[in-house]
């Protein structure tokens, strides 16, 4: 679909199975006769068939004031109840906002969640808060991504949202959300999390640091930063909270990761880029916890 010069699309980012095998996969849909896209969360059946029980068609759409979205993670709680997200820019508003939604079963909003329509929408930070991933901590939502509350670059930015009524919980990270800079020139970026079985979280992804020859929008290193279950650095962990891996180009990330809560150990994946950009190989992470 062309609207302009800007193109729309249905698209999928997020995957995540339920207790009984079911898929759920969270996304973009463009509606028949429009021109912006909703968040979408599709569920599957286990053998892969749209399941018609879930919002009447298998498909549960979300439109947030007539804007165009991104939509980014999605997961499943005990209960069932499925939590997705990601970020807007509210029309007539320059500040990107980070959002989370909540569905029942049978693919309705929870309307209890966020303050009686079952969404969480808040600008969190002055420029901009991002969500890319959404992780279960208890009953509690924690989340990935990335913002900015002065300047021109990024930093790691996770919040945990009560999982029951949507509201924000202002003791997380000391402020009310972990903002978490490397000190990286050019800004960094989380894409995904894990939270450990003992609630500490781990965001995934990578610092940028300065302009080179090989490297015009700056060497990136893959970065993992360990958080406490309040949103502190866990200096416990590597020194600082912070471990960067440099797979030898100019260009590395870790882009998801899941733990083994039988032996603790974590896998994370991500890409590794060399010069030209044209040369990407896939990189696994292999590490203790601890």
Same mark, same amino acid.
């Given at each position: 679909?062309?609207?302009?010069?800007?193109?729309?699309?249905?698209?999928?980012?997020?995957?995540?199975?339920?207790?009984?095998?079911?898929?759920?996969?969270?996304?973009?849909?463009?509606?028949?006769?429009?021109?912006?896209?909703?968040?979408?969360?599709?569920?599957?059946?286990?053998? &892969?068939? =749209? #399941? @018609? +029980?879930?919002? $009447?068609? !298998?498909?549960?759409? /979300? %439109?947030? *004031?007539?804007?165009?979205?991104?939509?980014?993670?999605?997961?499943?709680?005990?209960?069932?109840?499925?939590?997705?997200?990601?970020?807007?820019?509210?029309?007539?508003?320059?500040?990107?906002?980070?959002?989370?939604?909540?569905?029942?079963?049978?693919?309705?909003?929870?309307?209890?969640?966020?303050?009686?329509?079952?969404?969480?929408?808040?600008?969190?930070?002055?420029?901009?808060?991002?969500?890319?991933?959404?992780?279960?901590?208890?009953?509690?939502?924690?989340?990935?991504?990335?913002?900015?509350?002065?300047?021109?670059?990024?930093?790691?930015?996770?919040?945990?949202?009560?999982?029951?009524? &949507?509201? =924000? #919980? @202002? +003791?997380?990270? $000391?402020? !009310?959300?972990?903002? /978490? %800079?490397? *000190?990286?020139?050019?800004?960094?970026?989380?894409?995904?999390?894990?939270?450990?079985?003992?609630?500490?979280?781990?965001?995934?992804?990578?610092?940028?640091?300065?302009?080179?020859?090989?490297?015009?929008?700056?060497?990136?290193?893959?970065?993992?930063?360990?958080?406490?279950?309040?949103?502190?650095?866990?200096?416990?962990?590597?020194?600082?909270?912070?471990?960067?891996?440099?797979?030898?180009?100019?260009?590395?990330?870790?882009?998801?990761?899941?733990?083994?809560?039988?032996?603790?150990?974590?896998?994370?994946?991500?890409?590794?880029?060399?010069?030209?950009?044209?040369?990407?190989?896939?990189?696994?992470?292999?590490?203790?916890?601890?």
């Amino acid at each position: 679909l062309l609207d302009g010069t800007t193109y729309r699309a249905d698209g999928a980012w997020g995957l995540a199975v339920d207790a009984t095998d079911r898929v759920l996969v969270s996304g973009l849909q463009v509606r028949s006769g429009q021109l912006d896209t909703d968040f979408a969360v599709v569920r599957l059946t286990p053998s &892969g068939a =749209r #399941d @018609t +029980t879930f919002s $009447g068609d !298998g498909v549960f759409s /979300l %439109d947030i *004031g007539e804007t165009r979205p991104t939509a980014r993670g999605v997961t499943v709680a005990p209960d069932g109840s499925i939590f997705s997200g990601g970020y807007y820019t509210p029309t007539g508003s320059t500040v990107v906002t980070g959002v989370a939604f909540k569905l029942d079963t049978n693919g309705a909003l929870v309307a209890a969640f966020g303050g009686g329509d079952g969404i969480y929408a808040e600008a969190v930070l002055p420029i901009q808060t991002e969500i890319y991933a959404i992780g279960l901590q208890g009953s509690n939502l924690v989340t990935s991504g990335y913002g900015r509350a002065t300047g021109t670059t990024n930093d790691f930015v996770s919040l945990r949202i009560n999982g029951t009524t &949507g509201v =924000r #919980d @202002t +003791t997380y990270g $000391g402020r !009310g959300y972990a903002l /978490l %800079d490397s *000190g990286w020139p050019l800004g960094d970026n989380a894409r995904d999390l894990v939270v450990l079985p003992d609630n500490r979280v781990m965001l995934l992804g990578q610092l940028r640091g300065p302009v080179t020859t090989d490297a015009a929008m700056g060497d990136q290193d893959a970065a993992l930063w360990m958080l406490t279950p309040d949103g502190q650095p866990d200096t416990s962990f590597d020194s600082d909270g912070v471990l960067t891996a440099n797979f030898g180009g100019f260009a590395d990330h870790f882009w998801a990761g899941a733990t083994d809560p039988r032996s603790g150990r974590v896998v994370v994946v991500g890409i590794a880029t060399a010069f030209p950009v044209t040369n990407d190989d896939g990189a696994v992470y292999l590490f203790s916890s601890r």
